[in-house]
């Protein structure tokens, strides 16, 4: 079933509802229904028993780990905490649990966790942006040379601790920059799929940078269920509460990973307690030749779906499921208008002047005439939005940052728009 029409925002058309139980009912990683015969079965992480803590992670430094009663996963509330983020590499811990966790080079992927210094069920997690490239309006040979951090992996071995999390603004763990969430459980995705953490390929694609995977998606899996099975994220648990943010690519990744979230968190999502906050994500249908991307010469939406098939990638489920191209959902106008009809909480920054995606991938000025155009499409597609942070002042993401949190918008700051959201306050819509 197939509704290419845009429904305002906090109706659901029977073409929507009809689809959002068979996306998000049954987790992608369903846990075996074995559970309870004391014997770890496929799918199970745990049946029964006791593991020390600091087997389970750097994260810990003593204490004892109890299986929780759905076999998901270890209960680490009594553990001792490090205090230190953790250096996380699913495929090199568990290849065979993660074999598809990988970066462009084929190296393993990692995050970085830090555990909340008591326990807390409270979440926000963060995935890295960094651009992409699609050897049409971005080369890989180049991103390989300019930017070669964003296609391998981490520095840092498999349960490193570090000092800090690669992450200002809604990631510091200063109370006064970020009241919120400064001892929450805080977790940093690294980028380095170069796919908008879209990808869906389990074999190398050719590019001009040579073989390379582009994993997104596993990636995104991979560390849900990582933290799932090993950190404490209990969906079971009544005040489990996730932010799930990111910027610039990492805000697309938010998007495009919604529903992968939601099937594994399927009753923090159907409780309203999987939250989504894109900063910077946010692309309009830009239909104009004189102004490409990257030079490409090249419409916006044929840029998109050649990458789209560049990466063999996917963008969000409940949108792709309700359209006949599912090109169109890389369009504000289409996937926020389904994921709020779902059920998911959504708050949207975005720039009408973005510094990014106007100024440096179109090649399209401020000054320039069609700018103002530019604008004026921007702000009647952000409209619907019921959350909203926008204004005209050039900037590119906000929230990775101490002073881009503590921007000042039409009437708000963007760390107060980001409080009352995370509280369940009434819908702030703040555009100048």
Known sequence: MTCDHQPRQGTIPACIAAVIVVLVAAPASSWASLCGNAVVDPNEVCDGGTASCSSLGESYTGGTASCRADCSGWNVSTCTRAGSPEIVKPNFRYDTKYPDALCNNGTPYGFYVRMASSPSAKWMIYLEGGGYCDDVSKMCDDRLANRPELTKELSGGDRTLVASLPLGGIGSSDSSV????????QVYMQYCS??????TSASTQTTTAGSWYFAGHANFDATIDMLIAYYGLDDKN???????????????GVHFNASRAAGRLPTAFGAGRLLLFVDTGWYINWADLSYTLGGSG???YDVWAA????????WDAVCESMVTDPVKCIYGSYWSTYLANAGYPLL???SRQDSKFMIGDHGLLPSDADAAAWRTMEQNTLNNVRWLFSGVAPHHTLADSDTGFATVGGSWVLRDVVHFFWIGGPPIHDMY
């Open 178 to 185: 970020n009241p919120d969430f400064y001892n929450v459980n």
């Open 307 to 314: 990458a789209r098939d560049f990466w063999t990638g996917t």
């Open 298 to 300: 090249l419409l916006d």
């Open 348 to 350: 949207v920054e975005q």
């Open 194 to 199: 170069s796919d908008m953490w879209s990808g």
């Open 238 to 252: 009544p005040n489990t509460k996730v932010l799930l943010t990111g910027g610039s690519a990492g805000a697309f």
